[in-house]
């Protein structure tokens, strides 16, 4: 197994409501693309054309265009290709990770964004004993300052934009895994009472560049690998005194027996405490990894919630509603995981 499918508690109490505290773990998100268990090395090339096109970096002048730079950052691809290596070895989905630094793609002959051949496939693979083969196939890149003039200020932007087309191949069949077109923008922002001010702050335009290609990198191995990522949940712990005790279970990190409070509460409270008795079941389940039966304490609450009609209850309503809408997708989610790791 690459991953455990886990869900890890990163803090019990973070900050308190009138009525409950934030509860803050990790949730494994699953890739855009399903890439079987099976592919555990991959080799990163560039199978691109150099993308030396002079008038790509330009300047908007109070509606006036011209190009600020001439000078083609060749180091693109390099940079883009260190960058997903760096990314995908830190992330530890693949066993092995190989930076190939051949350029591939010399001279246009044919189709700019043709496929490897499968010879060409078959001897990458040889050459490392890896299962797949991940190829930037094109590229392009620029960059854009735009500076607005008011009476006394300056207001400048400069954007850099660009696009990466990826093909992987398995090395045993040949047969392309995944297909992406990789577009993004990141942006610097300035100002001041003169043209010069307004700038100062911006990185020059080969910096600028570079960024934007470690930026891209680490971006697309989010596309091809599960992701942790924290996300916060209300855990009711105030009200009567159930809620209080099953409060110092959670503190002495005993989720069973807080869990025994709260399932009494739901058969025995007033409609308001069995909601968020049976929403607190939800969140600890679903921070365990059960999320067939956190969806079940989910909709029991939402059920509850919806009969209630008080103003002062619409938050919760809504948050009733909105965390079991999640959990269905999340559910999902962690069928897609299931493809991509191999099973919990």
Partial sequence: MKYLIVLTLVAVLVACTSSGSLVSYEVLRPAKYTIAPEIKSVVLINNSLVYDRKDVHVAEIDGET???DTMIYAGYPDSLLLSLEYSLMQKSFFDTVYLDTTQYKTELTGNPIGKLSQQM??????????????SLEAYVYGTKVDVKKSPD???STMGVRGYNYWRMYDCQTSNVLLEDLQADTIYWYG???SLDLSLLGFPTVVDANAEFAFYMGDEFSRKIVPEWEVIERQLYVEGNSYFVAANDWLGKNNTEEA???????YENGIDIDKCRAAHNIAVTLEREGDIDNALVWAYKSYELYKLMTKENRK???QDATNYYVYLTHRKKEIEKLDKQVGGA
């Fill in 191 to 193: 100002d001041g009472p």
């Fill in 66 to 68: 011209q190009v600020i």
């Fill in 315 to 317: 938050l919760e309503v």
């Fill in 259 to 265: 869990r025994k409070l709260w399932g009494y509460v």
């Fill in 121 to 134: 496939i078959d001897s990458i693979g040889k050459k490392y004993d890896a299962d797949a083969v991940l």
């Fill in 153 to 155: 200020m300056y207001y």
